[in-house]
């Protein structure tokens, strides 16, 4: 066991290590416009696989932060957008649910995330499900902060009018209406960001630049000549009143001052921004102006994503990869170390309690079921990870064929001339670009389905790009993206690569991508003018959601019925194990049972096999063992008569054979002596024969009801029994109260009947007696031994003289409850022992008349009783006289009222202390 423990103390370690490698692992991979820098602060949104996090890190590339957020929700899934950080470090993010079958956005949040990027608040939720607004196109954009407040700014689902809004913040947050401008239909909105004033700066499908308001007519910002038609203005940020944007087709970068309108070129394509790797504006893939006029995005070498922060046009750095603190690392490693130990530590515990009550066994069910059940399982995981594999291997090989297909006929459909006439972002809209659009229609109301032979609704976007000197342009999008946009600054390197590949080859192509928007399949058709040259390409593709939402749906069905299927065959499979091994497990309970003493079992197998030969010698066994068992009941029913069971039991021990000389125990109990009063008197005038007749009387009568009550009887000696309470000494009250009340009516049968009055004394006392084993090896004998025995006997003989039928001692006063009636007698002085003891007598067992004196006397005999251990002889005398006279048979006040007069004459002996003594 121990060489398990050390193997499996190396495996922790080790999938500790993976563990902490793989969570403390960040990739720069899929950052795009997600990002925001704050004093010395980049963050951003990242996804890695179903993952997507927030993501804070110092400029240095060291991680302070990382926050998991949401990909799905109910079938739908997160898209994040704008993010924007206060002077609290609190962070402001839109993020877009979307449909994954048809990638509309059906509800928009702004949320806010605290220091530690958690989820603290959503500020703004906009549900479209149940409104006409359903569409593609993001409606919340341009987060930003002024005076404390959060500002955005939102179109309607038309992409016709743009309003701007303020949050203030509070308990209940309120949003504020700033401004609102309907744009006319040549102004359709690319980009837009809001003004101090509320007023509006907005880029154009067409690729112009414009500040709109209420009060003014658009002004047209760039470009300022109408000849320069190929301008595309995006990545607008507005600075300190300077606004900051890229013309994307030239590949400048400028800033104007919104004051005076002058127009710097702050970089062009071939700026060096990282001079370290020799990485020029043109490369980049994203990137934004921040506070302080800090530049900063993202850029892709040989395949990686980098970030750069350009804090001025002199000094940049760039971070190649996100750093892990030690502690971090560490408290990982350490985190996933006790996890994995306290699972290992509940599993090895689990087993450790099982195999104690199994005896370190592992019944042979629980072997079969824990052999094949786990086969069975996986064999059922594996055959549903391939029929996944297979069903998604075979959607996407369809799917493929099918863009593929109806990526050559929508080619053929274009206008070829129409294409080569779109030569500028101005033609947005043009009669050619109108009757493009014309030709291509609606993808996804062209049956294209139906033709695909697909049974669920697909959702296809489409690109139809120009080709021109070798150069690739975006013409129409269905994502409505400016017109004639180089694809070299909309898409990747390598997503740029494909598409070229098609318009040199002249063949359809096929391929694949993923981005932090999710993972997309496509078909790229080359558009052919009448001379056979490529003018043009038709990408048709979509978004892998789209069908492997439908395919998870199968798949879970598939899942679920695999789940039913497994499920019921173990169970078939643990009935037919049941069945099977049921004749041994009734064997083990038979056996189970024999060893817990029920030898009266029996086992009825009739499995016709080996098991039923083993049940009937079973049978056998268990007939011998019950005629020797009965045998030794005999024998011990005997042991028990010479020595109680319950004084084994006190002593601990289990039965008679454990029980050996020196044995003992010591221990509080209530002692209980029981006495035939001048038993040798009346011994005299009987003979022998009527001697233990009536000795074995009194000890069957009156020892049952000691027995009855929970008492042990301890010893028989005389005409007396000497018994033991362990706990309850009220069951000795009690016990006593019956015992005098059964002599009193036995002797009112024996007074008619001519027989002889029995007069029976008790004492009950409580202290630490020692119980033990005396004697020699070949005679053995229980005895209590104290000096508390001794003291109950000496009361005993004490009550007869007080005229008291049940004494008890003080020290068993405690805890007496209040329903019993008794007197205090006061202190009696044992001269054997040296020692005074108050005591009480119960006189609930008296005759009536004897108890209805004693309780009309109690008060005044308690009374005199304390007057006279107070010394006042003369007061104490009048109550003892008054006493008597009301019952003459008081012998416990005619003893203190011969005292009263003795001392009241004589005075007090030396050293006298109001007990009274005996001889």
């Not at 121990?2 to 103390?9: A, E, F, G, H």
């Not at 070129?265 to 504006?281: G, L, M, R």
């Not at 029994?721 to 002599?743: G, N, P, V």
Request: proline share 2%; net charge negative.
């Amino acid at each position: 066991m121990k060489k398990l423990n050390y193997i499996m103390i190396a495996i922790i370690l080790t999938v500790s290590f993976f563990i902490s490698q793989r969570y403390n692992s960040v990739e720069l991979y899929g950052i795009q416009s997600d990002y925001y820098y704050k004093d010395g602060f980049f963050y951003f949104i990242t996804k890695q696989g179903d993952n997507i996090d927030l993501i804070k890190i110092d400029k240095n590339g060291n991680l302070i932060f990382r926050a998991q957020q949401p990909k799905y929700k109910d079938g739908f899934f997160y898209e994040y957008g704008d993010l924007i950080v206060n002077d609290r470090g609190q962070i402001y993010g839109v993020r877009y649910l979307y449909n994954a079958s048809d990638y509309y956005i059906y509800e928009e949040e702004i949320v806010r995330y605290n220091e530690s990027g958690k989820l603290d608040k959503i500020i703004v939720r906009d549900n479209y499900a149940d409104s006409d607004e359903i569409s593609p196109i993001k409606k919340i954009h341009s987060l930003f902060i002024s005076n404390g407040n959060l500002q955005f700014a939102k179109l309607d689902a038309n992409n016709e009018e743009i309003s701007a809004y303020r949050v203030i913040e509070g308990e209940e947050d309120k949003l504020e209406f700033l401004n609102k401008y309907k744009l006319t239909t040549n102004m359709k909105i690319d980009e837009f960001v809001i003004m101090s004033d509320n007023d509006f700066i907005i880029s154009t499908k067409r690729g112009e630049l414009y500040k709109i308001s209420e009060e003014e007519k658009p002004f047209r910002l760039y470009p300022k000549s109408d000849n320069d038609r190929n301008t595309i203005c995006r990545n607008l940020e507005i600075i300190d009143n300077t606004l900051y944007f890229e013309d994307v087709f030239n590949k400048n970068y400028y800033r104007m001052d919104l004051d005076t309108l002058i127009i710097e070129n702050i970089f062009t394509k071939d700026y060096s921004i990282v001079p370290e790797d020799n990485t020029t504006f043109e490369e980049l893939v994203s990137f934004e102006m921040f506070d302080n006029h800090v530049f900063a995005g993202v850029y892709e070498k040989e395949g990686r994503n980098y970030i750069f922060i350009k804090e001025d046009l002199e000094n940049s750095t760039y971070i190649e990869k996100v750093r892990i603190s030690n502690s971090k690392y560490l408290y990982t490693y350490v985190l996933s170390c006790v996890i994995l130990g306290i699972s290992y530590g509940l599993i090895y515990g689990l087993i450790e309690f099982f195999s104690k009550l199994t005896n370190g066994k592992i019944p042979i069910v629980i072997k079969q079921i824990l052999i094949f059940i786990p086969i069975l399982i996986v064999s059922s995981y594996l055959l549903l990870v391939q029929m996944d594999k297979y069903f998604t291997f075979s959607k996407e090989t369809d799917i493929k064929f099918q863009l593929y297909i109806l990526a050559q006929e929508m080619a053929n459909k274009i206008d070829a001339e129409a294409i080569d006439n779109i030569t500028s972002p101005r033609d947005y809209m043009s009669t050619d670009y109108k009757k493009i659009l014309d030709q291509v229609g609606d993808v996804n109301d062209n049956g294209f389905s139906e033709q695909a032979g697909i049974d669920y609704k697909n959702e296809y976007y489409y690109e139809i790009h120009g080709v021109d000197d070798g150069k690739v342009y975006t013409v129409i999008s269905s994502e409505d993206l400016p017109c004639y946009y180089p694809i070299q600054y909309l898409y990747s390197e390598e997503q740029t690569q494909k598409l070229m590949l098609v318009a040199e080859t002249k063949e359809t192509g096929l391929s694949e991508w993923s981005d932090q928007f999710g993972d997309w399949i496509f078909a790229v058709a080359p558009i052919f003018d009448g001379t056979g040259e490529v003018v043009g390409l038709f990408e048709l593709g979509m978004g892998k959601e789209t069908f492997l939402d439908d395919l998870n749906a199968v798949y879970r069905r598939l899942a679920m019925t695999n789940g039913l299927f497994t499920s019921i065959m173990v169970l078939i499979f643990i009935g037919i194990v049941y069945f099977m091994l049921r004749p041994l497990m009734i064997l083990k309970e038979s056996a189970s049972e024999i060893a817990v003493g029920n030898l009266d079992t029996t086992v009825d197998i009739r499995s016709r096999d080996e098991i039923e030969d083993l049940g009937k010698i079973f049978n056998q066994m268990t007939n011998y063992l019950r005629k020797s068992f009965n045998q030794l009941q005999e024998l011990n029913e005997i042991y028990y008569k010479f020595v109680p069971f319950r004084f084994i039991e006190l002593l601990g021990k289990r039965n008679i054979l454990d029980v050996k000389l020196g044995d003992q125990v010591q221990q509080k109990m209530i002692v209980m002596s029981l006495q035939l009063r001048d038993f040798y008197k009346i011994s005299n005038t009987l003979n022998t024969e009527e001697n233990f007749s009536l000795i074995n009387n009194i000890f069957n009568t009156y020892g049952s009801m000691i027995t009855e009550n929970n008492g042990v009887v301890e010893r028989y000696e005389d005409a007396g029994i000497l018994s033991l309470y362990q706990e309850d000494k009220e069951e000795a009250i009690d016990t006593a109260i019956s015992i005098i009340r059964k002599m009193h009516l036995q002797n009112k049968k024996a007074e008619k009947d001519g027989e002889k009055i029995l007069d029976i004394g008790i004492a009950i006392h409580e202290g630490d007696i020692m119980l033990g084993i005396i004697g020699q090896k070949e005679r053995m004998s229980a005895r209590a031994i104290s000096e508390d025995v001794s003291v109950t006997m000496m009361l005993q003989k004490i009550g007869k003289k007080l005229g008291s039928n049940i004494l008890v001692s003080a020290n068993a006063m405690e805890g007496i409850s209040s329903k019993y009636n008794y007197r205090y007698l006061g202190k009696v002085y044992l001269k054997e022992l040296e020692r005074e003891i108050g005591v009480y007598d119960f006189f609930d067992g008296d005759d009536i008349d004897i108890r209805k004196k004693k309780l009309e006397t109690r008060k005044e005999l308690e009374e005199g009783i304390r007057l006279f251990e107070q010394k006042n002889f003369y007061e104490a005398r009048k109550c003892f006289i008054h006493v008597t006279k009301l019952n003459h048979l008081d012998d416990a006040s005619k003893m203190y009222l011969f005292l009263s007069d003795k001392y009241s004459k004589e005075g007090i002996p030396d050293g006298w202390n109001s007990s009274l003594h005996f001889d």
